[in-house]
């Protein structure tokens, strides 16, 4: 069954850097839509990257110049470079190919998603 494994979570400290890793498998990400989301205690699924078919990306605007989504096609694995992290970054991300968010929580039932991975940024 095509699913997508997730790594590279973790604590850092506020300023530090993380890597989180999103393995596909059954399915080729060639060609697929990918996405990271988090969601932090208390708060809505937010959307925070977007790979599009066409291979650019986009970001919401609190974490533009921080964090970069790439993928390797030949890996068939998306990526997350998290720079400069702040309290707030503090989630559980999920990475996901051709679903979105349908309601107010990670994951939806729509696409490929992640198990999710906890990402704890302590000051």
């Known amino acids: 069954a095509a699913h997508m494994v997730e790594s590279g979570g973790g604590s850092v400290q506020a300023g530090g850097s993380l890597r989180l890793s999103c393995l596909a498998s059954g399915f080729t990400t060639d060609g697929a839509g990918l996405a990271w989301y988090r969601q932090a205690p208390g708060k809505e699924c937010e959307w925070v990257a977007v790979?599009?078919?066409?291979?650019?990306?986009s970001y919401t605007d609190s974490v533009k110049g921080r964090f970069t989504a790439s993928l390797d096609n030949a890996k068939n694995t998306l990526y997350l470079q998290m720079n400069s992290l702040k309290a707030e970054d503090t989630a559980v991300y999920y990475c996901v190919a051709n679903g979105r968010r349908t309601g107010t929580n990670c994951p939806s039932d729509i696409g490929y998603w992640g198990q999710g991975t906890q990402v704890t940024v302590s000051i």
């Open positions: 790979i599009s078919v066409d291979g650019t990306t």
